[in-house]
C-alpha cells in the first residue's frame, strides 16, 4: 500500500540539500484519484467526504454526506473501530463525527506523507484525496501508492476564473455557444462548426474536449470544495 510514512500522522518536513528544512518549498494543490481501498477505506453506502482533526494524542474524523444519509455513514465507519460516534441533530442530518484513539495505519500512513485536506469516496469505490502540501512531498505520496494505472494525480482547478483556456479554445467555445452546438437538440454537428472556422474536424474536436475538460473538472472540483467549506464554517458543528 504505501511504501513509507511512520504512521505518527504528520507530515515529514522537506529538508534542503544541508539536511536543514526548506521553508521555501512552495504549496501545490493536487487531486489524487485512485481506488478507496488503497487508502484503507470500504466502499461507503453513499457518496461522502471526509477530513481528519487532530485533537491531542486523538482523532476527530468528520464525515459530510448526503441529507438523511448520516446513519448509513455511521454504519460504515463502525468497522473501523472508532471510541465514539456522533450523528448530527435534525430530521436530515449530514454530518458524521467518529473519534479515534488511534487511526486504523493505512490512514495514519497517508496523513504522515501529506497534508490531506479532505477526502471524497463514492459508492463505486473510488476515492479522490485534496492535498495542500510541497511538491516534493505531493510528489513521494504519488509514487508511493503509484503501483499501476489506477492512480492519476492532477491539478485542483479552483474555479471557473481559474480556468485556464487558450485564445484558440474559447473561441471555439464561444462559436459553438453561439450557433446552438451544445442546445438539445444539436442545431449543427462538428463539420458545420469546423467550415465556420476553416479547419479540419479533428481540430475542432480537439479543441472542443481541451476546453471542455477544463471547464467540467475546475466545476466538479469547486462544487465539491464549496459543499465542504459550507460545512467548515459551521466550527460548532465539527469541532
Not at 33 to 54: H, I, K, N, S
Not at 84 to 101: E, W, Y
Not at 120 to 130: D, R, V
Not at 198 to 221: H, K, M, N, P
Request: net charge negative; proline share 6%.
Amino acid at each position: 500500500m504505501f511504501k513509507w510514512g511512520d504512521g505518527s500522522g504528520t507530515a515529514e518536513p522537506v529538508l534542503a540539500a544541508d539536511g536543514v528544512e526548506d521553508p521555501e518549498q512552495p504549496i501545490v494543490a493536487r487531486r489524487v484519484d485512485l481506488p478507496c481501498e488503497m487508502v484503507g477505506f470500504a466502499t461507503p453506502p453513499t457518496r461522502v467526504q471526509l477530513t481528519f482533526l487532530p485533537v491531542g494524542e486523538r482523532w476527530t474524523l468528520v464525515a459530510l454526506t448526503a441529507p438523511g444519509k448520516a446513519a448509513q455513514v455511521a454504519r460504515w465507519l463502525q468497522a473501523y473501530a472508532p471510541s465514539r460516534i456522533n450523528v448530527a441533530p435534525g430530521l436530515a442530518p449530514k454530518i458524521v463525527r467518529a473519534s479515534f484513539d488511534a487511526l486504523p495505519a493505512p490512514w495514519s500512513q497517508m496523513l504522515s506523507a501529506v497534508l490531506v485536506i479532505y477526502i471524497e469516496i463514492t459508492p463505486e469505490g473510488a476515492a479522490s484525496i485534496f492535498i495542500e502540501d510541497s511538491e516534493a512531498r505531493v510528489e513521494r505520496f504519488v509514487e508511493s501508492v503509484q503501483v499501476d494505472a489506477q492512480v492519476r494525480q492532477r491539478v485542483i482547478q479552483g474555479g471557473a476564473v481559474r480556468v485556464k483556456l487558450t485564445a484558440r479554445q474559447l473561441d471555439v467555445l464561444c462559436l459553438a455557444v453561439a450557433l446552438g452546438y451544445y442546445e438539445t437538440p444539436h442545431k449543427l454537428n462538428l463539420r458545420f462548426l469546423a467550415e465556420k472556422l476553416g479547419v479540419g474536424v479533428s481540430a475542432v474536436s480537439e479543441l472542443l474536449r481541451r476546453g471542455e475538460s477544463l471547464i467540467i473538472t475546475s466545476y466538479v472540483d469547486s462544487l465539491s470544495r464549496s459543499e465542504w467549506d459550507a460545512i467548515a464554517q459551521q466550527r460548532t458543528v465539527i469541532e
